[in-house]
C-alpha cells in the first residue's frame, strides 16, 4: 500500500438557506450594500475599477464618507462564518473516503479585489454577488491509500477530482474545482 497525495483548490458557496440560520439577515444584503458604496466611491472619485473591502475601512474612519463601520464588521463576521461551516461541511463529507483532510488555506473571496469594471452591463448585480461573503477559496491536501500495483498510473488526481466533487456538490449552492495537482 502506499499513499498518494492531491492537492486540490476550491471556490464553494454556501447555500443560503443553511446560512441564514445563523445570522439575522441576509448575508447579501451586505454585498448589495458595499455594492452600492463602491459603485458611489467610483462615480464620486472617477477611480475606474472598484475597491476590495479592506479599503473601505480606510473610510470608515473617515467622517465625510458614508461607510459604516458595523457594516464592515458584520462583513467580517460573516465571512469568518462561512469559512468555518465550509471547513465543517468539508471534513465531514470527506473524512469518510479520504485517508486525511488537510487545509491549507481558506480565503473570503469578498474580500479580493472585484473583477468588475464600471459602466458595463449588470454591474451592479456583479458586485454585490462579489461583495456577499458567502463563497470561499479554499485549498486543501487529500491523501489516499493505493496499492502498490497503482503507484504508476496518473489517475490518483483525477480520481479526487471526482470523488470530491461527487460528495460535495450536494453539501453547497455552487462548488468549483478551479485547480488540482498530484504532490
Known amino acids: 500500500m502506499r ?9 464553494v458557496q454556501l447555500k443560503a438557506d443553511e446560512l441564514q440560520q445563523y445570522l439575522p439577515c441576509s448575508a447579501s444584503i451586505i454585498g448589495q450594500t458595499l455594492a452600492q458604496i463602491a ?27 458614508r461607510v459604516d463601520p458595523d457594516l464592515i464588521a458584520s462583513a467580517e463576521q460573516v465571512a469568518w462564518l462561512v469559512s468555518k461551516l465550509a471547513r465543517q461541511t468539508i471534513q465531514a463529507k470527506l473524512r469518510p473516503i479520504f485517508s486525511s483532510v488537510q487545509f491549507q488555506s481558506i480565503q473570503t473571496l469578498a474580500f479580493s479585489m472585484p473583477r468588475v469594471r464600471p459602466n458595463k452591463a449588470d454591474t451592479f448585480d456583479k458586485l ?3 461583495y ?9 491536501v487529500l491523501t489516499m ?8 498510473d496518473d489517475r490518483a ?3 479526487a477530482r471526482k470523488m470530491m466533487f461527487r460528495w460535495l456538490e450536494s453539501a453547497f449552492e455552487n462548488i468549483e474545482i478551479t485547480g488540482s495537482k498530484a504532490l
Open 145 to 152: 491509500m493505493r496499492r502498490d500495483s497503482e503507484a504508476e
Open 128 to 130: 454585490a454577488k462579489h
Open 3 to 11: 499513499f498518494d497525495k492531491v492537492l486540490v483548490i476550491i471556490d
Open 132 to 140: 456577499t461573503p458567502d463563497r470561499v477559496k479554499i485549498e486543501l
Open 157 to 159: 488526481e483525477p480520481y
Open 39 to 65: 459603485i458611489e466611491y467610483e462615480q464620486e472619485n472617477k477611480t475606474a475599477y472598484y475597491p476590495a473591502i479592506d479599503f473601505f475601512k480606510t473610510l470608515a474612519s473617515d467622517d465625510t464618507t
